[in-house]
């Protein structure tokens, strides 16, 4: 029997073939009395095998994710896989359909609302069915994130592994056959809010992604993010890699995010002002930029440094901040 949810759908998870459907979440506000929140989601099941989740939309100012399973979902014939894929393109409909990374509704993050509340609003709602209904279906998720409108950053697999050291050794592996360009291990400095976090709890191969930068769509980033889903679908032996999945790139090289002091924050507010570029080796004690008060001409720019020496993985997109404003993050090279 599955979790209590408010939820509902006419989508059948055991059937074989496409299905495209919607998550329906009841929603009364002001101005529907009897509505609901329509999630966008599809089903494609043949015969038995792994289920893996695709998720993108859980920030709604972040793009490849999205439009790549949108692209499958259109274009995959059943036949070809092995198992069965369920996929959620527009997770946090409201942030998508608003383009922002809160939604619109309840203004909350959704990946800081795992693992979510029945009765909560509609974030977290959301968030629950993930967690509670979707979750446990499936062996592999799949959360393609992407800079969003806040960061510019470089393409790139995101790891995360948790303590399981044998579950750890197949998120290692399915990271290595994503094969994008660069992939960053990252540990959220302990935050248990995250989908990631919620489906290491479940046991689940996690594979996450940072895709495109500044709010745009990064044609680089949409064909690391379509050749490196199949990969690992491929990995998984659920289907076949496409011939058109696009030129593969050199073995992935490793990284990872090694603490807080990897983080770069905004000292004032102002207008930041980086000083490298996305890729560039920085040194610890080094200039990451400057915050400049263009209504105050008299006041000196306030300087922002590196706490560690490293390789400059993102960066402030948007030129305003405010004080707390993460304005850089800086990756070291590890064994993987």
């Given at each position: 029997m599955r979790a209590k949810t408010y939820i509902h759908t006419d989508i059948d998870f055991d059937k074989d073939g496409k299905q495209i459907s919607f998550l329906n979440l009841?929603?009364?506000?002001h101005s529907d009395a009897w509505g609901v929140i329509p999630i966008p989601i599809a089903v494609i099941k043949n015969g038995s095998g792994p289920t893996a989740l695709l998720m993108g939309g859980n920030h709604g100012d972040e793009y490849e994710g999205p439009i790549t399973l949108g692209r499958m979902i259109r274009e995959l014939d059943p036949a070809r896989i092995q198992g069965r894929l369920i996929f959620i393109p527009a997770a946090n409909t409201p942030a998508v359909i608003a383009g922002r990374r809160v939604s619109a509704e309840d203004g909350k993050n959704m990946n800081r609302s795992f693992p979510g509340e029945a009765d909560g609003t509609p974030t977290k709602q959301i968030a629950h069915y993930i967690d509670s209904v979707l979750f446990p279906m499936c062996d592999i998720f799949m959360d393609l994130h992407s800079g969003g409108s806040s960061l510019d950053l470089i393409p790139a697999a995101i790891m995360q592994v948790g303590e399981d050291k044998a579950l750890a050794e197949k998120i290692r592996s399915a990271i290595r056959a994503f094969n994008a360009p660069l992939t960053v291990a990252m540990d959220t400095l302990g935050e248990a809010r995250t989908s990631s976090a919620a489906a290491l709890r479940h046991g689940l191969v996690l594979i996450g992604t940072e895709m495109g930068s500044a709010g745009a769509v990064s044609r680089r980033g949409l064909e690391i993010c379509w050749r490196g889903v199949h990969n690992v679908l491929a990995h998984f032996e659920m289907m076949e890699a496409p011939a058109d999945a696009g030129e593969a790139p050199a073995p992935t090289r490793m990284t990872r995010v090694g603490g807080p002091d990897a983080y770069v924050y905004a000292p004032a507010n102002g207008i930041f002002e980086p000083a490298?570029?996305?890729?560039?080796?920085?040194?610890?004690?080094q200039l990451a930029g400057y915050v400049h008060f263009?209504?105050?001409?008299?006041?000196?720019?306030?300087?922002?440094?590196?706490?560690?020496?490293?390789?400059?993985?993102?960066?402030r997109a948007p030129g305003r901040v405010i004080r707390g404003n993460c304005v850089g993050i800086v990756v070291n090279d590890f064994d993987g």
């Amino acid at each position: 029997m599955r979790a209590k949810t408010y939820i509902h759908t006419d989508i059948d998870f055991d059937k074989d073939g496409k299905q495209i459907s919607f998550l329906n979440l009841p929603y009364s506000p002001h101005s529907d009395a009897w509505g609901v929140i329509p999630i966008p989601i599809a089903v494609i099941k043949n015969g038995s095998g792994p289920t893996a989740l695709l998720m993108g939309g859980n920030h709604g100012d972040e793009y490849e994710g999205p439009i790549t399973l949108g692209r499958m979902i259109r274009e995959l014939d059943p036949a070809r896989i092995q198992g069965r894929l369920i996929f959620i393109p527009a997770a946090n409909t409201p942030a998508v359909i608003a383009g922002r990374r809160v939604s619109a509704e309840d203004g909350k993050n959704m990946n800081r609302s795992f693992p979510g509340e029945a009765d909560g609003t509609p974030t977290k709602q959301i968030a629950h069915y993930i967690d509670s209904v979707l979750f446990p279906m499936c062996d592999i998720f799949m959360d393609l994130h992407s800079g969003g409108s806040s960061l510019d950053l470089i393409p790139a697999a995101i790891m995360q592994v948790g303590e399981d050291k044998a579950l750890a050794e197949k998120i290692r592996s399915a990271i290595r056959a994503f094969n994008a360009p660069l992939t960053v291990a990252m540990d959220t400095l302990g935050e248990a809010r995250t989908s990631s976090a919620a489906a290491l709890r479940h046991g689940l191969v996690l594979i996450g992604t940072e895709m495109g930068s500044a709010g745009a769509v990064s044609r680089r980033g949409l064909e690391i993010c379509w050749r490196g889903v199949h990969n690992v679908l491929a990995h998984f032996e659920m289907m076949e890699a496409p011939a058109d999945a696009g030129e593969a790139p050199a073995p992935t090289r490793m990284t990872r995010v090694g603490g807080p002091d990897a983080y770069v924050y905004a000292p004032a507010n102002g207008i930041f002002e980086p000083a490298h570029e996305l890729g560039d080796a920085v040194e610890a004690g080094q200039l990451a930029g400057y915050v400049h008060f263009l209504d105050d001409p008299g006041r000196a720019p306030e300087a922002a440094a590196f706490k560690r020496s490293g390789m400059l993985f993102c960066r402030r997109a948007p030129g305003r901040v405010i004080r707390g404003n993460c304005v850089g993050i800086v990756v070291n090279d590890f064994d993987g």
